[in-house]
C-alpha cells in the first residue's frame, strides 16, 4: 500500500472516536434525534453509517470480503451511546486487521471495477483508503452540525 497504514489507521481512529465523542455529547435522550425530521440523520445513524463505510469499502471492496451491509438501514438505526462505543471499537479492530491486510499486498482484485469510482479512477489501494478518511470526515461533520441544532449551539 503507499499510504503508510500506521497513519491511516490515526485518522481513521481519529474520526470514529470523534463520532463517539459527538455521541456522548448528546447522551442517549438525543443520539437519536434527527434535528429536522426524516430528511435529516441522527448522530447515532451517521456514526453506524461510518462503522459500515470503513466495513465496506476496505473490506469488501479493497480486500473481496462478503458483505451483507444494508446501507439504507444504516440511516434509520438506532443505538445508545455505550452500543455506538462498542460498535466503533469492533470497526476500529478491523480496520487495523484491514489496513495490515492491505499493506500486505493481500488487496483483492475481485472489486476492482468498485474502486473506479474513487477520485479520478485511481483504484490504488492509498486512494481506497483516503476515500474512506473523506468519507468518515466528512459525516463527522454532518454529525457535529447535528449536535449543534440539538443543543441549540
Not at 474513487?118 to 468519507?135: C, Q
Amino acid at each position: 500500500m503507499d499510504l503508510a497504514s500506521d497513519t491511516a489507521s490515526r485518522y481513521l481512529r481519529h474520526a470514529l472516536d470523534q463520532l463517539v465523542a459527538v455521541a456522548a455529547r448528546l447522551g442517549d435522550e438525543r443520539v437519536n434525534l434527527r434535528p429536522h425530521g426524516e430528511a435529516t440523520n441522527s448522530v447515532a445513524a451517521l456514526t453506524l453509517h461510518c462503522c459500515g463505510v470503513a466495513e465496506f469499502w476496505l473490506g469488501h471492496v479493497g480486500l473481496g470480503r462478503e458483505s451483507s451491509r444494508d446501507r439504507e438501514a444504516e440511516f434509520s438505526s438506532t443505538a445508545t451511546v455505550a452500543e455506538l462505543r462498542a460498535a466503533v471499537a469492533d470497526t476500529l479492530g478491523q480496520v487495523d486487521r484491514d489496513l495490515a491486510d492491505l499493506a500486505a499486498g493481500g488487496a483483492s482484485p475481485r472489486h476492482a471495477a468498485s474502486r473506479q469510482h474513487l477520485l479520478d479512477g485511481d483504484g490504488s489501494d492509498a486512494s481506497l483508503v483516503l476515500h474512506v478518511v473523506e468519507e468518515l470526515f466528512q459525516h463527522l461533520g454532518h454529525a457535529e452540525l447535528t449536535a449543534d441544532a440539538l443543543l441549540g449551539s
